[in-house]
């Protein structure tokens, strides 16, 4: 079997990412953009949804002084890079916190608590940070 033949047979999963947790002050943020940039790098069908505190991930002007943590919200926009082009966010998040989509740093699809659930609901695999 040749190398192209066995890169077709490769299995590509749907992995979805949930983050709902605010940016700074614990890992999770971090650590789920490190494991997300790590499946799109094995070329899987990579979704990332930000829900509860989480939306708080993509808000513009992020300050991290205060909190001694290196702002990592700019490697959000490289994603694209990645060929992680599925970004949704919770609009009862967003309302509950104020947001618009002009508040934040990257384009998403803002869903409503149905459409998030079909949409899990198509995934293989879901983690939750």
Same mark, same amino acid.
Request: hydrophobic share 45%.
């Given at each position: ?23 700074? &002050? ?27 505190? &989480? ?10 002084? &205060? ?30 916190? &104020? ?31």
């Amino acid at each position: 079997m040749s190398e192209e033949e066995m890169m077709d047979d490769e299995v590509v999963k749907k992995f979805m990412f949930v983050n709902r947790r605010a940016p700074y &002050g614990s890992i999770y943020a971090l650590e789920s953009l490190e494991v997300v940039l790590i499946a799109a790098a094995f070329d899987q069908d990579v979704s990332l949804v930000f829900s509860d505190d &989480g939306v708080f991930q993509l808000k513009k002007g992020q300050e991290t002084e &205060g909190v001694g943590m290196k702002n990592f919200s700019p490697t959000y926009r490289a994603l694209e890079m990645y060929d992680v082009e599925k970004l949704y966010v919770s609009k009862a998040s967003m309302d509950e916190r &104020g947001l618009t989509k002009d508040d934040l740093i990257v384009d998403v699809e803002v869903l409503g608590d149905e459409a998030l659930a079909d949409l899990m609901d198509d995934q293989d695999v879901i983690f939750s940070f």
